[in-house]
């Protein structure tokens, strides 16, 4: 249950950040995009812009996650929620807890690929003067399957930075043939959201694969916090209780 209102709390954070920061955008007229889907006042650049929030909202919500699961860890504290999770994981069998898990990561998977398909659908469905100020006119599955290879190319090329350009073309290349190529300052920053976007989509993915590794890990945390919950006095009492 905490789990879930921590997801929720970190939603809502995201989405207030998110409207603050295009809100600020609009108002310094910072973006050539943000300034043409705000003086078009179709149905198409609203959805497109809400679009843009929703995954602006994700990413600053992942982002805030990631802080504020790291942080903690360096003084690592033994609470209620971590003895929840503990006795649930030593209750349900093996096969229940693997069950539980992968439905968990599935259904991240699966609002990834969601949020791809609205934003190559709503991109689409944007003005053409938009789309001219990011990477050109698309058709809706054309660029929900080019979104969705950019991210992943570009995941791929954050992850093997280290080869160069010169090597990572040819598995780029092999993701993506024809990567996308930015028309303005907007078109630029709109791509690194996509790789971002995508880093964080393939980095699920990994998670889903190596589920059953997750749940050794988490079978041995489990038997460390119930051995670290017993106090000194209920080890002292146990063999009187015999």
Do not use: C
Not at 124 to 134: M, N, R, S, Y
Not at 212 to 225: C, F, G
Request: positive net charge.
């Amino acid at each position: 249950m905490l789990g879930i209102l921590n997801l929720v709390r970190r939603t809502i954070e995201g989405s207030v950040v998110a409207i603050l920061l295009i809100g600020v955008i609009a108002v310094f007229r910072l973006s050539e995009t943000i300034n043409a889907l705000f003086a078009d006042h179709s149905l198409a650049s609203l959805v497109f812009l809400l679009v843009l929030a929703i995954v602006l909202a994700d990413l600053i919500g992942k982002f805030v996650g990631v802080v504020s699961a790291t942080f903690p860890d360096i003084i690592p504290k033994l609470d209620d929620e971590h003895l929840e999770r503990a006795t649930l994981i030593e209750r349900l069998r093996p096969g229940q807890t693997l069950a539980l898990m992968s439905g968990a990561y599935a259904a991240r998977l699966a609002m990834f690929l969601v949020i791809f398909a609205l934003l190559g659908l709503s991109y689409a469905w944007a003005p053409p003067g938009v789309q001219d100020t990011l990477v050109g006119r698309l058709g809706p599955w054309r660029a929900v399957e080019l979104f969705l290879r950019e991210g992943v190319a570009g995941s791929v090329s954050y992850f093997l930075f280290f080869l160069g350009p010169e090597n990572l073309k040819p598995i780029t290349g092999a993701i993506t043939a024809e990567p996308l190529a930015p028309a303005t300052l907007s078109g630029d920053i709109f791509l690194v959201g996509i790789r971002v976007y995508g880093l964080a989509f393939v980095l699920s993915v990994l998670r889903t694969l190596v589920t059953p590794i997750t749940y050794a890990r988490a079978r041995r945390r489990a038997n460390k916090l119930k051995t670290a919950a017993v106090s000194p006095a209920e080890i002292l009492a146990e063999p009187a209780r015999a």
